[in-house]
Structures are given as structure tokens and as C-alpha cells.
């Protein structure tokens, strides 16, 4: 069943989520009914196609008849929807990432990385629920906040650790650091400095699969794009531009916005006249979906829909993944400003913890297996260390490459000729 229906597709009301502590009182579904909506996902045809009344958001009240109280894990009302090895495969990926950012932090404060680096502690179910979905050719397109999208795309721990670590070992070859993971071999088209500029890349590689499979008639050319990008965004340019082009151009490209509901200090609910984002994506003619973000399984399922509704041609997407982070902007922030409590409650939601507690309780794996999994992620983490504190710097040279296609472009020195031929130029001491 698809991943959108009311059968499968649990989540929060968004406003409900943002304003109370209930967060399993009803799902929420954009468009007029689940069958509705059903049928114009797997059609291709807009939501926003039906009349202005029809396409505003309702609420669609699903209680389970027999509801358990085993625990108050958000996965608790998650279906049977996946298998041992996938769990296995979601729990590893998971916990990957929660290890490899505590394990920056641990080498940023040592004075071992430097600059601004943002963790992702909190938000692992939705690079998890969505990347590890994709297939080698598919790109990610990721923010500051990158390590983690790196690593869930099959970036190794070593290569994304050397870069952070500045070194000539790294997967940018140190010179891309903590919010410019590129990775040309996994199709991570980059993290991105700047909110909003990745987007516009992400659609560009959206419409390369696109032209290359409808103009240059390469069949087998069906790959989709992941643009990820945080709440703020979305009050950018960039992004209702790319949203239109996309909708316009049916490209293959999915939309996430990893809402962890602060923008560096700003509330998400101060900064935008409608705090649901979700529902801007009818206005362009695309679904506009949101769920639980801390919920592996849940975002898994809508991901799936939505990557293989890409895939198939029928056009982007919109996912709202209503997350949050567990540390500060970044190592740099004290985090003053969120209140303890709002701390206190996502931190009960843990999806790493949730995630365990369903596998155990489904009999999808045992105590041991999950620890052996801990155990294996404990020594890459350390040997990712180990191999970074390791490799050397970058040449001086380096700083001249990747700057002119041609290396005139340096100019003439002052002995009349261009300075690429002074025999120092390759040396990186040469007077440019």
C-alpha cells in the first residue's frame, strides 16, 4: 500500500506537535480525502488540481480500534513494513551517524577540526529513512549539516572524518571541511555553506536525468535526486523558484526539508506567516506531505513513495520531516535559547532508541545483535579517527588547483611571462 495512504502514513498534526505534547492524537493527510490523495500520487495528476475548498488540509481521524500502551515509542504505531535486514541495515546507518557526530565533537573541542561545524545528533531517521532507500546513481544534495547524508550514501567514515580533519586523505581532499562534503564516486553533489544554494544544484541534476533519459533517449537512466534543506529555507527564493521549475518539468526530485523547527536562534513558528511547509507544495501542482521525523519507519515509507513516484516520472515531491536536533547550531552555539523542557520532550523521542525498542519487541533482532552492531561502529569510528589524525596536510600546490580551467588564468608575473611557468608555481611558492 502506498506509503501515503491513511493505513500506513501515521503522523502527528503538525500544529498539535508544534504547540502541545500530544503527539499520536491524529494523522494528517493534504487533500480532501486518503483516497484522494492515493489516487492522484499514483496518477501524477495535482492535489491542487481540485477546487481551492478540497485542497486545504484535513484532518483525518484514523484510531487504531485496538491501540497498545506497550511504550510511548513514536514507532509503536508503525506496521510490520520492514524486514530483518532492513532494520538491521536502518539501525547500523543510524548509528553511525549518532557516533561519528559525537566523536566530532569530541576532536572539534580537542582542536583537531576547525570553523563551524554542525552536527546532526536527532535527526538520523531522516537520512537513514530516505538515503539508504537510493540506488549508487541517485544524488544527494545536503546543507552545513552534511556528515551524516555523506555517510548514509556510502561516503567511508575515514574519508569524511580526514576531511574534517583538513587532510589530503578526505573525501574533498581537505579542502572542502565540515560543510563541503563532495563525493563524485557516491553521487554526493556536495554540502552547501549557504541556505538555499544547494537547492538550485539539485535541480540541475534532477534535469541532467531527465534530459538524459528523454532527449538523449539513455533508457536506463532513471535516477532521482535528494535536495535536503532545513525550515529556514523555506522562506528563500531559491526554493519556491526550484519548486516551480521542478513541478513545471516533472523532474525527478524530491524535496526534504528537515524542519528541526530553529533556524540557528529563530523559532520556525516566528519566522514564517505558515509554520506548515508541507502545504506549499499544491501551489506548484506537487504533493505537499508531512511525518514524523523522528520516526525511521514512518519517514521510510513516505520516502519510498515519493522516490519511486520520482522515479517512474511522475514528478517531484514535497516531504516536511519534522525533526529535531539534539546540540546546539552548531559546536559553537551554547544553546541558550531553546527552553529545557522543548529539550527534554524530542529528547524522549529518541529515533535511535525508538528504533531499537521496535526491533526488540518485533523479535526483528536480539539484545547481542544490536550491541555486536555498536561494537562494529565503535572501531570504525576509532579507526576513522586514527586514519585521520594520520594523513598528511595538503601540498602547498593544491591551493592553485580547481581555480582557472587554465592555468594563464594566474596571469603574467613580473618577469613578463605567465606565472603558471615560474618553476615554483607547481611548488605553491611561486609570486602570484
Known amino acids: ?36 490523495l492515493r489516487r492522484s500520487l499514483k496518477s501524477g495528476s495535482p492535489i491542487s488540481s481540485i477546487s481551492p475548498s478540497r485542497t486545504s488540509i484535513s484532518a483525518v481521524s484514523i484510531q487504531e ?53 554542525h552536527l ?63 563525493s563524485k564516486e557516491h553521487n554526493v553533489l556536495g554540502g552547501f555553506a549557504f541556505i538555499g544554494e544547494g537547492i538550485p544544484i539539485a535541480t540541475g541534476a534532477a534535469f541532467t536525468s531527465k534530459y538524459r533519459r528523454e532527449v538523449l533517449k539513455e533508457q536506463d537512466v532513471d535516477h532521482v535526486t ?31 526539508v528537515e524542519n528541526n523547527l530553529w533556524a540557528i536562534g529563530m523559532s520556525h513558528l516566528r519566522a514564517t506567516s505558515d509554520p506548515e511547509i508541507y502545504k506549499k507544495g499544491p501551489a506548484f501542482k506537487m504533493p505537499g506531505v508531512h511525518v514524523d521525523g523522528m520516526d525511521v519507519l514512518k519517514v521510510r515509507e513516505v520516502a519510498k513513495e515519493a522516490v519511486e513516484r520520482a522515479r517512474r516520472g511522475d514528478g517531484p515531491t514535497l516531504v516536511e520531516c519534522e525533526t529535531y536536533r539534539f546540540r546546539g547550531h552548531s559546536l559553537a552555539d551554547p544553546d541558550e535559547l531553546r527552553k529545557p523542557e522543548e529539550k527534554e520532550h524530542y529528547a524522549a523521542r529518541d529515533p535511535i532508541v525508538s528504533l531499537k525498542k521496535y526491533l526488540i519487541e518485533n523479535n526483528l533482532a536480539s ?66
Open 1 to 36: 500500500m502506498a506509503a501515503f495512504s491513511a493505513v500506513k502514513f501515521f503522523q502527528p498534526n503538525p500544529t498539535a506537535v508544534r504547540s502541545s505534547d500530544n503527539h499520536n492524537n491524529k494523522p494528517f493527510l493534504l487533500g480532501s480525502s486518503p483516497s484522494f
Open 65 to 117: 480500534d485496538n491501540k497498545k500502551s506497550l511504550s510511548n515509542s513514536p514507532l509503536n504505531s508503525s506496521s510490520m513494513v520492514i524486514t530483518k535486514e532492513e532494520g538491521l541495515e536502518l539501525y547500523e546507518d543510524m548509528v553511525l551517524g549518532r557516533s561519528f557526530e559525537d566523536m566530532c565533537a569530541q576532536m572539534y573541542y580537542r582542536g583537531k577540526m576547525f570553523g563551524f561545524v
Open 120 to 182: 546532526y545528533n536527532g535527526q538520523e531517521a531522516v537520512s537513514s529513512g530516505f538515503i539508504k532507500l537510493l540506488k549508487r546513481e541517485d544524488s544527494v544534495v545536503s546543507t552545513y549539516r552534511d556528515h551524516v547524508h555523506a555517510l548514509s550514501k556510502g561516503v567511508p567514515a575515514r574519508s569524511v572524518m580526514a576531511e574534517l580533519f583538513g587532510k589530503a586523505t578526505g573525501c574533498c581532499r581537505g579542502q572542502g571541511g565540515s560543510m563541503h562534503m563532495f
Open 226 to 256: 535528494l535536495a535536503f534543506f532545513g525550515d529556514g529555507t523555506c522562506n528563500n527564493g531559491q526554493f519556491f523558484e526550484c519548486l516551480n521549475m521542478a513541478a513545471l518539468w516533472k523532474l525527478p526530485i524530491v524535496f526534504v
Open 367 to 432: 539484545e547481542s545483535e544490536l550491541k555486536a552492531i555498536e561494537k562494529k561502529i565503535d572501531e570504525i569510528i576509532e579507526e576513522a579517527v586514527e586514519f585521520a589524525d594520520a594523513s598528511p596536510l595538503p601540498p602547498r600546490s593544491q591551493l592553485l588547483e580547481n581555480v582557472f580551467a587554465d592555468p594563464k588564468g594566474f596571469g603574467i608575473g613580473p618577469d613578463g611571462r605567465y606565472r603558471c611557468e615560474d618553476p615554483g608555481f607547481t611548488q605553491g611558492t611561486a609570486q602570484v
